[in-house]
């Protein structure tokens, strides 16, 4: 299947907002669970928030919960990220991907492993 594709990163200051977009080409989202991703220079990629395919359950990572929202769009074939209140800390490239769990407190997502390009998000003044 092909790597979904995210974008709607930039330059933003702490305190900002940002929306990211995650979209696939040929392939129907509708029955997918989704979850963004992000990777910061020199760490591991982490979970950010997970959706599942109807958009009626959602989870977060404790570091963004209450910052950021994950949402759905299926008639536009799309799942969002809205960011607020960003950080420094939230500088990464963000990726989005299907996963075959949504995750629980203690056991994080289960990506399908197949990643996209992602989108740079930095948060600087």
């Known amino acids: 299947q092909p790597p979904l594709v995210e974008s709607g990163g930039g330059l933003v200051q702490p305190g900002g907002s940002l929306r990211l977009s995650c979209a696939a080409s040929?392939?129907?989202?509708?029955?997918?669970?989704i979850g963004w991703f992000r990777q910061a220079t020199g760490k591991e990629r982490e979970f950010v928030a997970t959706i599942n395919w109807n958009g009626g359950t959602t989870y977060y990572s404790d570091v963004v919960q209450g910052r950021f929202t994950i949402s759905r769009d299926n008639t536009k074939n799309t799942v969002y990220l809205q960011m607020n209140s960003l950080k420094p800390e939230d500088t990464a490239v963000y990726y989005c991907?299907?996963?075959?769990?949504?995750?629980?407190?203690?056991?994080?997502?289960?990506?399908?492993?197949?990643w996209g390009q992602g989108t740079q998000v930095t948060v600087s003044s």
């Open positions: 991907t299907r996963v075959l769990t949504l995750g629980v407190p203690g056991v994080p997502p289960t990506p399908t492993g197949e």
């Open positions: 040929g392939l129907s989202l509708d029955y997918f669970s």
